[in-house]
């Protein structure tokens, strides 16, 4: 049975590798998006463009749709990746895309105190090299964030940026199709990110909101609207069961003012003595070229490729840069900040309702029938998650959550260890442990993850060459706040999961012991402590390298209009922008960032011609 799976899958692996066109054609005539086509170019076209954006993901590509929409404007579009494939749709696969090459397969430095049960002792970091970015092979859940959090970048002296003046943008962005919320001060129905409630839901989603309810938390039927706090059912960046990542959403557009070049690497920025942009040297196939821009060049490569880009031309903190044998052009603080929420990997518990994804139940016709003809079933999760809730532990600090707990009804062992284990970057021994007894169990995961990190990465560069890897410093316990957060965060699920609501379906923890924790007497505090340290679960939430900030904070690298500090016609719009992370997941800000960003850098250029 096992080697079947393993074959079933690495045909799919295959496919998607080598993007086999009648395969493709067959299922888009089985209706998965015959009309997903985006128009691209092997070369630009022109020596010169009004704007270049470098990056396609949820923040630049809106950046490139908005521009490109002033048909005077030139505007050229260089992404390092190449354009998604049919099975980056599919929203089961989305653990599956990691292993490909549409990730960059970044991992974090070893630290030597946390991600102890990780392979080398490194968490992984996955990172979207594709036309469309992160949001290709990311977990599609799409939360705002609270609006405290927007107030506070404004408070920091960040004009604009409070939630009541940027709620036009997360609304712009949006193409919100869930009829059972009808909010339209929130939401708009005409954008262009499709947001919905997944077309497959097990009953533990219910279950867990009504554990919720009996513990005393609220219901919140729009986490995304009027009220964040509570329990609800998660919403998706998805259009009728495929993903919808930030290519399909922005550009699809075909216009003959937009270039948009794939598999095109940017290897600095051009910037002259009078210390403006003008332009990016790139590569493809192995020629590098120059490209020029007339107005402005947009970073937009994400929170850790941007830092890098600023740094490898020149804009970036002077020792390092003395150190890499870089030019200074500007010093700047570009690499701080790194922020990232972090949850936890150990937290299962076994239920008996034979409903939760394991890959044993996919060999069956009718779950691709289900799906190619009516987009339902499982194959329209993204792996498991479905329920949200927002909750404040004894830490928390103001009226924010401090804890997120997504519901998974899934766990590393839904696949036997072949994708998620690795994709995770989780060592076997950790795996044989706690994770291999159970295969076969219906497991309901819970990863509690902790909103407002007080620790704080960094982001170096080994070498000058742009093709090495830089270095991720994570930091993550730097702040022993962080755990004790996250400690708590865990002990509300165990009561969540002790409610009749959960216990109806026999909820029992998975009590295994992690490797090295087993000094400590399970349940308590530093057993814990201990977990979190060795299998921390990164929710791939980079933000804050190139952070935003008013004129006298020292640490900013861009103003709050997003361009950079010291050099004229560059900015930096996507998600290295936040100066403090927003809660939930981040994508659909990152999306806010780009239309926001995009707004400004016409009202720059409409105001000066
Ligand atoms: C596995 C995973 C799961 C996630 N799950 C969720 C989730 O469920 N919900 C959620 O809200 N968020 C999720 N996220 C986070 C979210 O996807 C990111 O925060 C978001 O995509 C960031 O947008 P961005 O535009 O800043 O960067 P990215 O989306 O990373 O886009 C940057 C783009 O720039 C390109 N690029 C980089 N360097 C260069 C270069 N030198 N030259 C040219 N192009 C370059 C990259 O290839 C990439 O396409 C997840 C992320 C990952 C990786
Ligand atoms: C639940 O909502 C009510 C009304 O908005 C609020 O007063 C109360 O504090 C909330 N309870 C919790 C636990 O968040």
């Known amino acids: 049975m096992r080697e079947i799976l393993r074959l079933i899958f690495s045909v799919i692996l295959i496919i998607n590798l080598s993007e086999s066109a009648t395969f493709l054609d067959l299922l888009r005539q089985y209706g998965l998006d015959q009309s997903y086509q985006i128009a691209t170019r092997t070369l630009p076209t022109k020596s010169e463009y009004d704007f270049i ?41 989305t653990e599956n895309a990691q292993m490909t090459n549409y990730n960059w397969g970044y991992r974090v430095e ?18 979207g090299k594709s036309l469309g970015g992160s949001s290709t092979i990311n977990n599609l859940i799409h939360t705002r964030g609270n609006k405290l959090d927007f107030d506070e970048w404004a408070n920091l002296g960040n004009y604009g940026w409070e939630y009541e003046k940027i709620l036009k943008y997360f609304k712009k962005s949006e193409r919100f199709r869930i009829p059972e919320i009808r909010d339209s001060f929130y939401h708009n129905t005409e954008g262009n990110v499709d947001v919905e409630y997944s077309q497959w839901r097990t009953p533990l989603a219910t279950a867990f909101l009504d554990a919720g309810k009996e ?46 070049v794939p598999s095109a690497r940017v290897l600095r920025v051009l910037i002259n003595s009078r210390k403006e942009a003008y332009g990016v040297e790139y590569e493809k196939n192995g020629k590098k070229y120059e490209v020029h821009a007339s107005k402005e060049v947009i970073l937009s490569a994400g929170t850790i490729d941007t830092a890098k880009l600023l740094i490898l031309s020149g804009i970036g903190p002077k020792d390092h840069l003395n150190e890499l044998g870089i030019p ?39 779950l ?14 993204p792996a498991g998650p479905e329920a949200i809730a927002f909750v404040q532990t004894k830490y928390a600090q103001d009226a924010r959550p401090d804890i997120e707990l997504l519901q998974i009804s899934a766990a590393m062992t839904s696949d036997k260890g072949l994708f998620l284990r690795k994709g995770y970057g989780v060592s076997e021994r950790i795996y044989n442990a706690i994770y291999k007894p159970l295969e076969g169990k219906d497991l309901v995961t819970v990863w509690p993850s902790l909103q407002h990190p007080k620790s704080r990465g960094r982001i170096l560069l080994r070498s000058k060459n742009p093709y090495d890897e830089p270095i991720l410093k994570g930091n993550f316990f730097d702040d022993p706040l962080d755990l004790d957060v996250i400690v708590e965060g865990i ?93 939930g997941h981040i994508t659909a800000s990152v999306y806010m960032v780009g239309e926001k960003g995009a707004d400004m850098i016409k009202n720059t250029w409409q105001t000066k011609s």
């Open 53 to 93: 954006v470098v990056g396609s993901g949820p923040g630049g590509a809106p950046v490139a749709n908005r521009l490109s929409e002033i048909g005077a404007w030139k505007v050229l579009l260089l992404e390092a990746g190449k354009p998604e494939g049919i099975f980056n749709q599919i929203p089961l696969l």
């Open 491 to 583: 002990k509300h699920t165990v009561k969540l999961f002790n409610t009749k609501a959960l216990k109806k379906y026999g909820a029992k923890i998975n009590s295994l012991k992690i490797p090295g924790c087993e000094q400590y007497e399970f349940g308590s505090d530093d057993y814990w402590k201990c977990g979190v340290l060795s299998i921390p679960a990164m929710e791939n939430h980079e933000c804050g390298t190139a952070k935003m900030g008013p004129k006298d904070d020292p640490d900013a690298v861009v103003d709050p209009e997003l361009r950079v500090y010291g050099v004229n016609r560059l900015r930096v719009v996507d998600a290295s922008v936040m100066p403090l992370i927003p809660d």
């Open 328 to 366: 200074l052009v500007k010093d700047a603080k570009v690499g701080y900040n790194l922020q990232e929420h972090i949850a936890f990997w150990g937290l299962s518990f076994i239920v008996d309702l034979p409903v939760t994804i394991q890959f044993k139940r996919f060999i069956n016709p009718k």
């Open 368 to 381: 691709y029938s289900e799906y190619f003809f009516r987009r339902e079933g499982p194959l329209a999760s």
């Open 215 to 260: 513990c005393g938390y609220n219901i919140t039927q729009d986490y995304n609207g009027a009220e964040q706090m509570g329990f609800g059912y998660i919403q998706l960046a998805t259009d009728k069961g495929a993903r919808c990542s930030a290519s399909k959403a922005y550009l699809r557009v075909k216009r003959p003012n937009l270039d948009i």
């Open 110 to 127: 070893s630290d030597g105190k946390s991600c102890l049960g990780m392979k080398d002792l490194r968490c992984t970091w996955p990172r």
